[in-house]
């Protein structure tokens, strides 16, 4: 099984949310839908501008938890160095 460490932004430089799920098309569904109550759909964070893959289910909460005491400027040079204009790449997922 895999497992995925993502980043969600509601825009370029704007608010972040960092996740980490077993599901990345199903839990982005859910966040698009507002599904989820919470931070996502309160701040309408909903644009998938990072991820990255696991293999081991601690590993990866390991990583989530990592990225989320990161300074901000940190975080912006991960999203940036894979997608530097802010994409949106939920619909390019091939999982």
Known sequence: MQYFVYILANKKFGTLYIGVTNDL??????????????????????????????????????????????????????IERQNPYWLDLYHELNL
């Open 25 to 78: 098309i199903a839990r982005m569904y859910q966040h698009k839908s507002n599904m989820l109550e919470g931070f996502t759909k309160k701040y309408r964070v909903h644009s998938l501008v990072y991820y990255e893959i696991h293999e081991d289910v601690y590993e990866a909460i390991l990583r989530e938890k990592q990225i989320k005491k990161w300074n901000r400027d940190w975080k912006i040079n991960l």
